[in-house]
């Protein structure tokens, strides 16, 4: 078959592409797509509310 030793190494080869082009689809598609910044959690409000009193305090 096309010179391959092996069934076996002509699927490697013939995957190989497969996947290749698959993840250069999917990179093309998810180009510069951005997504949704997480919400804060609790610790980092808390943090900032903490970090903006000391700021008022020292003037």
Known sequence: MLGFADV???LAYVLTILVTLAAIVYGWL???KEG???APLPE????EQ????I???LG
């Open 50 to 53: 903490e970090e903006e009193k």
């Open 30 to 32: 998810n180009w510069n």
């Open 55 to 57: 700021d008022e305090s």
């Open 8 to 10: 076996w190494v002509f």
């Open 44 to 47: 980092e409000i808390q943090w």
């Open 36 to 38: 949704e910044e997480p």
